[in-house]
């Protein structure tokens, strides 16, 4: 199975360290947890407030939103993939922006680089931004309603009342929510492997593709080790304080 | 206030559409034909509407041993786990020990190492073992992440019951196990269903594992028969989409079941995978 053994003392980690697509790989994946993060934060804001709104049969639009989460990651990922693809029999978008005339061909954004990183993001974002909004929703539901009384006696505008009372009271959840999807979003295998398989070319690649492809394909353990290897500095930052907020949260 | 009920009509049914959309896509191309998918006939509503990807997945492909493969670990999983777990989750949350807190904060750390770090090593641990290649590869590494989560619910919902009807059981002579038999895992029969239902879930989707563990095709489970549905010559996506609706429905079914407490259970960060 792949080379013998032997003792190489640092030779992985240097060779990485002058590794082009090794370099690729590190701002893929941060344009990939960034952004994806990012959005999940503004639309499950949106989403807690809608369903916050909601006046009736709230319990089951949560549950109708949540279906994205519950569905496993391969299907939403090949599900993904043909509503951007061109080819065969045109995907989702292609038909809607060919029906409504916007476009005249069929437009393979699966092809480009920013087209496939744009893709695994939103599949990324469709799967994640349901666990968002109902933790957000569950953070406004905890927020005492006197507040925003006082606040409206007081003459304070919607927008204010959201901001200085709102956004404040669901800090908490906020931050638990981005560092934990942040480290499962960064290490993420199963949206690029089954959407580009890291392409085009390089495009998409990110620390778990790249690192299986290593290993299992070029039959480089070491250095496939070596790849995730370098994530645990960030997991030795982070992971602490996920669970210092998960076990106060859990005290309290 | 009008302003605002319509404001929130046109945020439901803008979330609604962005998520049921893909699952239209997915139900309605399964029931396409082979040429109203790749002629782009018909899109939006099969016309005419065929079982034929249905019958196609259950008779020609190995779609249904797949789907006994992924059945089984997820049901062999569940049940290791659910035994691990409660018995993990209430020496933490009852018994007093030195160090039950950092026991505590250990199991959390546990479920936070990704799986994408784990994934060498677990594979050549488990080829020494000789157990890659069939599903006891499964059975013993979907544990690593399934008991660490679980335990962590438990031990939640075991601390909110109330210690005083084990003390009372003790008193009355039963032993330690009988007043976690008798008493405590009753009570707690809610929280522990919502696990289990969380570990088969976890399970029945998990994809990384079984696609580096298990090579023979007659071993693998659904999420990694259908990527070989797609990379074979022909692009079979209505096959894959009515694979993918006969995988969703039971998970979808299960969770209804549970909504209530899986919204509650959500805060330890289900998001992985």
């Not at chain 2, 065929?50 to 789907?67: I, Q």
């Amino acid at each position: 199975m792949g080379y013998p053994e032997r003792w190489v003392g640092l030779r992985n980690y240097i060779y990485l360290a002058n590794d082009d697509t090794f370099r690729t790989v590190v701002r893929n994946s941060l344009v990939f947890t960034v952004v994806s993060v990012a959005l999940k934060v503004l639309t499950g804001v949106a989403m807690a407030l809608v369903l916050h709104a909601t006046w009736r049969w709230r319990n089951f639009f949560r549950g109708l939103l949540l279906l994205p989460w519950i569905t496993s990651t391969v299907i939403i990922a090949l599900t993904w993939r043909w509503m951007f693809d061109a080819f065969p029999g045109r995907g989702f978008f292609n038909s809607v922006l060919l029906d409504a005339g916007l476009i005249s061909r069929p437009i393979a954004f699966m092809a480009t680089p920013e087209g496939a990183m744009a893709a695994v993001i939103v599949a990324n974002w469709w799967r994640g931004f349901p666990f968002f909004g109902v933790s957000y929703l569950a953070g406004m539901q905890s927020i005492p309603g006197e507040l925003y009384e006082a606040a409206s006696v007081d003459g304070a505008s919607a927008a204010r009342r959201f901001w200085h009372i709102t956004l404040p009271g669901l800090k908490h959840v906020i931050i638990v929510t981005t560092l934990l999807t942040f480290i499962f979003t960064i290490n993420d295998f199963n949206i690029v492997y089954v959407m580009t398989r890291g392409g085009p070319g390089t495009a998409t690649q990110v620390f778990a593709t790249y690192s299986y492809e290593v290993a299992f394909n070029a039959l480089r353990w070491g250095r496939g080790v070596t790849i995730s290897i370098f994530v645990v500095p960030l997991l030795i930052a982070l992971i602490p304080l996920v669970s210092r907020y998960l076990l106060r949260e859990r005290a309290a | 206030m009008k302003g605002w009920k319509a404001a929130t009509i046109v945020g439901l049914v803008g979330f609604g559409l962005v998520v049921l959309v893909p699952f239209w896509w997915i139900a309605s191309m399964s029931f396409k034909t082979y040429e109203q998918i790749q002629f782009a006939t018909s899109i939006y509503v099969p016309r005419p509407f065929t079982w034929e990807n249905y019958t196609g997945l259950w008779l020609d492909t190995r779609f249904p041993l797949w789907l006994r493969n992924s059945a089984v670990t997820a049901v062999v999983v569940t049940a290791i786990t659910t035994v691990i777990s409660c018995l993990s989750g209430y020496a933490v949350a009852r018994l007093r020990f030195p160090g039950r807190e950092s026991v505590a904060s250990l199991i959390l750390i546990l479920y936070l190492v990704p799986p994408a770090l784990l994934f060498i090593p677990l594979y050549r641990v488990l080829a020494e073992l000789g157990a890659t290649n069939s599903l006891w590869s499964l059975f013993l590494s979907y544990p690593t992440f399934t008991v660490p989560f679980c335990t962590w619910l438990l031990i939640g919902f075991f601390k909110a019951l109330p210690v005083e009807l084990e003390e009372a059981a003790m008193v009355d002579g039963a032993t330690r196990v009988q007043a976690l038999w008798r008493v405590l895992l009753p009570l707690a029969a809610p929280g522990i269903v919502a696990s289990a239902i969380f570990a088969f879930t976890l399970s029945w989707n998990e994809f990384l594992y079984a696609l580096i563990f298990i090579q023979d095709e007659r071993a693998i489970t659904v999420p990694v028969g259908l990527n070989l549905l797609i990379y074979g010559d022909v692009f079979h996506w209505g096959q894959l989409m009515a694979a993918s609706v006969i995988t969703t429905v039971p998970v979808v079914a299960l969770y209804m079941f549970i909504h209530r407490w899986m919204v509650e259970g959500l805060a330890a960060g289900s998001v992985k995978g």
